[in-house]
């Protein structure tokens, strides 16, 4: 046995550069641009932009070690995003593609710090603010290894309530069997909220998806009899069992996840449990 030691990066350039190239794996979020310029009036650059698994337009902010100014810059710059919609828009086109520069999701914009440490001040402000912010502590292991570590998440706090009820609203008006499969995913969202700290909601018109830094979930509206959850697990990992659990790799739906999980009443959920923590786990 060898203990591995872990290090800070020689220089903040060393973390964006190992971020960005396997963003999409670290993050879930699909790279756009690095080093991006705000423009001569606000003389800046945005580190990395791209676009996470939900469509929300994602700001990444990277320090080599602890700096009290990586919130409120990434906040500049959010703020600068919010008002260069059509520029971001151009942007995504451009890289992704027509598809997904319609399906943006300007109502949920992300920014996530990366750095070597954050104080409890820093811990605190996130916690004040309206906006979705993710702190991320990085380490480096010997030379071919790098761990990320969520400190604090914050999903909008009273803006992630109030599109909640309306949510709700809808699924009552559009399930057919009454309030029996409404009462069934307010209890998947309680079982999927309540899987560990940092774990966030974002609401879609056809799905909610519960992330870390990474979706892990995606809880479909109430349709006729069942909930469906699709989440991030490897179908071929796991004892399928027809009517219950299902592979969709190869089959188109809303939301992320290969593994399809049917849920007609509460033992369901209890049932679903593990799958929930294996899926979470990897997030």
């Not at 399928?240 to 033992?267: I, K, N, Y």
Request: overall charge negative; charged content about 25%.
């Amino acid at each position: 046995m060898t203990e591995v030691m872990p290090r800070l990066a020689e220089v903040e350039a060393d973390v964006q550069g190992l971020v960005e190239t396997h963003m999409e794996m670290l993050l879930g979020v699909r790279f756009l641009v690095s080093e991006y310029s705000t423009g001569p009036v606000h003389g800046g650059r945005i580190d990395s932009l791209g676009l996470d698994e939900n469509g929300s337009p994602v700001i990444v902010e990277y320090k080599r070690g602890v700096d009290a100014g990586v919130i409120n810059q990434g906040l500049f710059y959010l703020a600068w995003l919010m008002d260069h919609r059509a520029e971001f828009e151009h942007l995504v086109r451009n890289r992704l593609g027509v598809m997904a520069a319609s399906q943006i999701l300007w109502s949920g914009p992300r920014l996530i710090c990366i750095a070597g440490d954050f104080t409890r001040y820093d811990v605190h402000a996130v916690r004040e603010h309206r906006r979705s912010i993710d702190l991320v502590r990085y380490r480096l292991f010997g030379s071919d290894m790098i761990g990320l570590e969520t400190v604090a998440s914050v999903s909008g706090g009273i803006q992630r309530a109030r599109r909640t009820r309306r949510t709700v609203v809808a699924w009552a008006a559009a399930d057919v069997q009454g309030t029996a499969m409404v009462e069934l995913a307010g209890a998947v969202d309680e079982a999927l909220l309540g899987l560990g700290d940092g774990v966030t909601c974002v609401e879609r018109k056809q799905y909610r998806a519960y992330q870390r830094l990474r979706s892990f979930a995606c809880l479909i509206p109430p349709q006729q009899a069942k909930v469906l959850v699709y989440l991030r697990a490897d179908p071929k990992e796991v004892d399928l069992v027809p009517g219950f659990t299902r592979d969709v790799s190869g089959l188109g739906h809303h939301g992320t996840g290969d593994l399809e999980v049917q849920l007609r009443t509460l033992r369901d959920v209890e049932r679903a449990q593990d799958l929930f923590r294996a899926s979470y786990a990897t997030a």
